[in-house]
Structures are given as structure tokens and as C-alpha cells.
Nanobody, 120 residues
Framework: QVQLVESGGGLVQAGGSLRLSCATS????????MAWYRQAPGKKRELVAG???????NYASSVKGRFTISRDDAENTVYLQMNTLKPEDTAVYYC??????????????WGQGTLVTVSS
């Protein structure tokens, strides 16, 4: 089973930057899709950014132009570079992976989450 470990969250002032990391327990090239989601207090979890094995990306409209998802195959890590942060970006950020498991089909796994707090 794939395991994900996130890091990089913290407290930052509005306008600042943070980079989140998500390390995978298997070769990242074997994972079909990776994504970052977030969940703010009292709100539903939402997709922030996605990255396919073919390097296609998609972003929530609220973060487009400010956030960038990328991966390092050698490090088996996916990153979320967050620039020009706003208080409304405050949330717990979760890494998500979707991969094909032999004899099982597609499986999904979540990281434990990392808190990002943006102060005004």
C-alpha cells in the first residue's frame, strides 16, 4: 500500500510563500494521479491542484497563478509551491494519490494532512 507523508505547513503572513512536500513510499512514476486538497474549518474538502503521470496539471480557480504543483521523480516527492498566500488559504492541506493495484484496481490514499495558517 502506498503511504504519503506531508510536511511544510506552518504560519505565514498574507503575501508570503510556503512549499508543501508529499513523500511517497513507492516510486512516484507508478502513481497515476497525485493531488493536493484542502479543508478549511466548517467547509468541505476541495481540490487545490492535481498532477497526472503524463504531467497534466489542473488547479482550482482560487489558486491559479499563485500555486504550482510539481514532482521530483528521483525524490519520489510531490510539491505544492504556494505564493501570494491569502488568509482564505488557511486550511489543512492533504496529499492524495490514485494508483493501479494489480488484482485490485484503482486505489486511493490520503496523507495525514498539514496545517497552513495565513495571518492577515
Amino acid at each position: 500500500q502506498v503511504q504519503l507523508v506531508e510536511s511544510g505547513g506552518g504560519l505565514v503572513q498574507a503575501g508570503g510563500s510556503l512549499r508543501l512536500s508529499c513523500a511517497t513510499s513507492v516510486s512516484i512514476i507508478s502513481i497515476n494521479e497525485m493531488a493536493w486538497y484542502r479543508q478549511a474549518p466548517g467547509k468541505k474538502r476541495e481540490l487545490v491542484a492535481g498532477l497526472t503521470s503524463g504531467d497534466s496539471t489542473n488547479y482550482a480557480s482560487s489558486v491559479k497563478g499563485r500555486f504550482t504543483i510539481s514532482r521530483d521523480d528521483a525524490e519520489n516527492t510531490v510539491y505544492l509551491q504556494m505564493n501570494t498566500l491569502k488568509p482564505e488559504d488557511t486550511a489543512v492541506y492533504y496529499c492524495h494519490a490514485k494508483y493501479w493495484a494489480y488484482m485490485t484496481g484503482f486505489l486511493e490514499v490520503w496523507g495525514q494532512g498539514t496545517l497552513v495558517t495565513v495571518s492577515s
